[in-house]
């Protein structure tokens, strides 16, 4: 049967492409003049989901004599759900004036939607005015709508008001403002609130119950989050606990830590039920607790990997100092046609500041832009540090520079000040630390820790000493043993060793491992024996990682003392202690290549053994001779100076000249602290060939250059 009228042909439309041509019949019948057939036609294009359609929309609309109710609604509806969010204010005002169209029960719910997009939380309080003008404050429908408003804004103040001054208070009502509280981090509000809602004899439904769970997640309370479970149970009972329960269920579970638990529920549901937010619970808490493969198992069964899934285990892998493999892994998500959003950009460009892969950070940075992330000051953090950490600590500052003052924050004044520290810029640091408290932030803890460090590298000794001890009086931070570690290295970077070592004696924190490391080092540097026993003396009865005992063989060696020397390697054999081993790794063309000491395992192992070869050569014709010394073993000259010349960081080196453009800066990054001899080697190299040599070493960066180095030796 054919329909009566051609507007009878828009249920059966499919694109805007054939509502026009039923348009067209319209006009061409002359029904354009027809009120019912023009708001059918208006309800399809508000509501068609196109830019082009709700522009056709709104032409029609313009036509309309004598618009009704239904119609602003829909256009209201229409702009809410668009880009254009204000326009439905707009029409609301002119059906409210000009028009004088009263509202009805769905007005202000949609109104409230285009308003939660723009986002204004100040209009929630224009609305509520009209609200209350219009009567409708009483209708829960229209009440619970504004309270959504403001409880997904953290405006709690009114969200509550509105729910005190509401005659009728139902589970909607209550999940709202529950689930505000929650999102606001306000959880004896939230827990406040579910005990009136049990007072009023409202009962709670599975919204509620997944308001609490998320409430559980926040507190980190596995024993909260068991009692919530109970209750679901007792509430609602087994068979009422859908997917989306039991979804909130192991993700409660994952983020309390209780992965047996999370398991457990996730095998409750059936296998073709498992849903993607399940599964990537699964992977962030496995990979959250540093069981990073049993997370890539959960992965790898994934039939279809939505972003969350990728952008999971990209931080699982950076989370477990894998950065190798966060990358690889992102690379193949974009592979797989996957885009990053501002999360995955920021957790990617974390990697790559620790990777030194400045190449695929430039990328990401390029891709910010691209998808208008620019300014977000997560972002702009996460930009700042990953330049920093790549050694183009000058982009760095440009990028924190453009920040609105009003739009700093201390993690971004954090990263930069941590930034110039590696670099050895301590004063920059000091004028940029200065400037929080133009802008009247407070310096947090780890700010403080970044200062201390940047004057330690700088040997800021008066100023490193004023700010610690201006930590308290100033700001009420106690010092910890970051702060103090970061004083004793001060002290024993610029010669002070006994002052250093009075230090540690007074810490009211017992000094660990890594401050009595620092001391050694300091010692072996200035060549003081005295100190160096007593403190390796400290360093022995805890030997707690290989590197110490290393430290503590090589200032015997330099000693000549032989046997002492022999005895501490005895003991880290017996002991089965390791020192981690030294390498170091340069990106050419988007990838990293690695090295490691004496490596032939390299493609390009016998061009490598030239260029060192020539590297050696350049060296003794300038009068460059051979650190040895720092060479730990009792064995003669002519092998300790095979020893040093074949480094990670000079093998690094020769791969740059052989493959890099002659004008491009050679970036090596090495996971331990370059050795004398290389230091010294790379600065003759510089300017032997000519090149920028960028070292960034685990303490901090040596730029090189016409055989100069950035630290002053001062390292």
Same mark, same amino acid.
């Given at each position: ?317 950076? *989370? ?51 998808? &208008? ?25 440009? &990028? ?21 520290? *590696? ?180 493609? *390009? ?66 996971? &331990? ?43």
């Amino acid at each position: 049967m054919l329909p009566s009228s051609p507007i009878d042909l828009l249920a059966s439309c499919g694109s805007a492409r054939q509502a026009l041509q039923v348009h067209a019949q319209v006009l061409l019948r002359g029904l354009h003049r027809c009120q019912l057939s023009l708001s059918k036609l208006i309800t399809f294009f508000a509501l068609s989901g196109s830019y082009s359609g709700l522009d056709h929309s709104r032409l029609l609309f313009s036509r309309l004599d004598h618009p009704d109710v239904f119609v602003c609604n829909t256009m209201i509806r229409g702009y809410a759900r668009s880009d254009s969010p204000s326009e439905a204010v707009a029409i609301f005002k002119s059906m409210m004036g000009d028009g004088g169209i009263s509202p009805n029960h769905f007005t202000f719910p949609f109104l409230v939607n285009a308003c939660a997009r723009m986002p204004r939380p100040e209009t929630g309080l224009e609305v509520q005015c009209h609200v209350i003008k219009t009567g409708f404050i009483s209708d829960s429908f229209v009440v619970n709508s504004l309270m959504h408003f403001y409880s997904r804004f953290s405006v709690m103040n009114s969200a509550r008001q509105l729910f005190g001054e509401s005659l009728l208070r139902d589970v909607v009502s209550y999940n709202t403002l529950i689930k505000g509280y929650v999102r606001g981090g306000h959880p004896m509000e939230a827990l406040s609130c579910f005990q009136d809602m049990g007072k009023s004899d409202v009962c709670p439904d599975e919204y509620t119950f997944v308001s609490l769970l998320s409430l559980c997640s926040l507190l980190g309370d596995p024993r909260a989050g068991k009692l919530v479970h109970q209750l679901i149970y007792k509430k609602l009972g087994m068979d009422a606990s859908g997917v989306l329960l039991k979804n909130a269920l192991v993700d409660m579970y994952t983020k309390c830590g209780q992965m047996r638990m999370a398991e457990h529920m996730f095998n409750m549901t059936l296998p073709c039920e498992r849903s993607a937010p399940a599964v990537n619970s699964m992977i962030s808490g496995y990979a959250g607790c540093g069981k990073i493969d049993i997370a890539r198992n959960f992965f790898d069964e994934m039939p279809a990997k939505d972003l969350i899934a990728w952008t999971s285990m990209v931080d699982g892998y950076s *989370q477990a100092g894998r950065y190798g493999e966060a990358l690889d892994l992102f690379l193949e998500m974009e592979n797989a046609g996957l885009k990053p959003d501002v999360i995955t950009i920021v957790i990617v460009l974390s990697a790559c500041a620790h990777l030194g892969a400045i190449e695929v950070g430039k990328r990401l940075h390029q891709c910010a832009d691209n998808m &208008l992330f620019g300014y977000n000051p997560i972002l702009r953090t996460a930009l700042v540090d990953m330049y920093a950490k790549c050694g183009l600590i000058g982009t760095a500052i440009d &990028l924190f520079r453009e920040v609105d003052d009003k739009s700093k924050t201390v993690p971004l004044f954090n990263s930069m000040i941590f930034g110039l520290a *590696q670099h050895g810029l301590g004063k920059t640091a000091l004028t940029v630390f200065r400037e929080m408290g133009v802008l009247n932030l407070k310096p947090d803890d780890i700010t403080y820790t970044a200062i201390l460090c940047a004057c330690s590298h700088s040997g800021l000794i008066e100023e490193g000493k004023q700010i610690f001890y201006c930590m308290l009086d100033k700001d009420g931070i106690n010092p910890q043993i970051e702060h103090y570690g970061c004083m004793v290295d001060l002290l024993g970077r610029s010669g002070l060793l006994r002052e250093a070592y009075d230090f540690i004696k007074e810490m009211p924190i017992k000094a660990n491992s890594v401050i009595w490391l620092s001391v050694l080092a300091a010692c072996r540097k200035h060549g003081n024996a005295e100190i160096g026993e007593d403190v390796a003396k400290q360093l022995l009865y805890d030997p707690n990682d290989g590197g110490s005992c290393v430290l503590l063989s090589s200032i015997l060696s330099d000693a000549k003392r032989w046997e002492d020397a022999g005895n501490v390697r005895k003991l880290i054999d017996n002991k089965h202690i390791k020192k981690p081993p030294g390498y170091s790794y340069v990106e050419w063309k988007g990838s990293l290549n690695k090295f490691l000491a004496n490596d032939e395992s390299h493609p *390009q192992t016998r061009e490598l053994s030239l260029k060192l070869e020539e590297m050696s050569c350049i060296l003794k014709s300038a009068g460059c001779i051979p650190h040895t010394e720092q060479v730990s073993f009792d064995i003669d000259e002519e092998e300790k100076e095979s020893a040093v010349s074949c480094h990670s960081e000079k093998l690094a080196l020769a791969f740059g000249l052989i493959n890099m453009d002659p004008k491009e800066t050679i970036r090596i990054f090495k996971n &331990l602290r370059i050795c004398q001899d290389c230091h010294s080697s790379f600065k003759v190299l510089s300017r032997a060939y000519s090149r920028e040599i960028i070292v960034r070493d685990r303490i901090r960066f040596h730029h090189m250059k016409d055989g100069l180095c950035s630290c002053a030796d001062f390292w």
